[in-house]
């Protein structure tokens, strides 16, 4: 299975490998800031993830499992982030 999807489109309980951080566009400084502080948090290339939790209203936190850390994102800074989902993950 070779599936990407923007992290934001993960539902609980998906798994995946991160394989692009940020959309490569920085002709924005608020876009460049976002994959700066993604990086950060340890959303690097190669990342095993998983959704663990949405938010009640409107799935909106999410809980995702990054590597050996747990970190909540609100799906508008997901969606920089691809992954390759998991066998089995659909």
């Known amino acids: 299975m ?9 539902r609980r309980g998906d798994r995946g490998v991160i394989v692009q951080v940020g959309t490569h566009c ?3 400084n608020h876009e460049v800031e976002l994959e700066r502080r ?19 209203f409107g799935r909106d936190p999410i809980a995702i499992k990054v590597d050996d850390m747990r970190v909540a994102l609100r799906r508008h800074e997901a969606a920089s982030l691809i992954i390759r989902l998991e066998e089995g993950a659909l």
């Open 2 to 10: 070779t599936d990407t999807i923007k992290l934001s489109q993960a």
């Open 26 to 28: 920085h002709h924005q």
């Open 38 to 56: 993604l990086l950060e948090l340890g959303f690097v290339e190669g990342a095993h993830v998983e959704l663990l939790h949405e938010g009640l």
